[in-house]
């Protein structure tokens, strides 16, 4: 999945790539909201989400948090 997220493959997923893909899966969120999702997971305030915060989302999710 990360991969998809990150459509340059650059190693990290800016916040126009993660748009794009959750547009893809069909999500219609506002910028708003979207922006505070992307924020919440961009643990080290860097403007991108590498593997580890991406992946540590979806660990979190699988375990019912």
């Keep these: 999945m990360f991969k998809f997220f990150d459509s340059n493959e650059n190693g990290a ?3 126009g790539e993660f748009t ?3 547009e893809n899966y069909g999500c219609t ?3 708003g909201d979207i922006r505070s ?3 919440k997971y961009d643990k ?3 403007g991108t989400l ?3 915060e991406f992946a540590a989302a979806f ?3 699988g ?3």
């Design 59 to 61: 660990a979190a999710r």
């Design 20 to 22: 794009r893909a959750l």
């Design 29 to 31: 969120f506002s910028e």
């Design 44 to 46: 080290d305030n860097s």
């Design 50 to 52: 590498v593997y580890e």
């Design 13 to 15: 997923i800016d916040f």
């Design 63 to 65: 375990a019912g948090e």
């Design 37 to 39: 999702l992307f924020q």
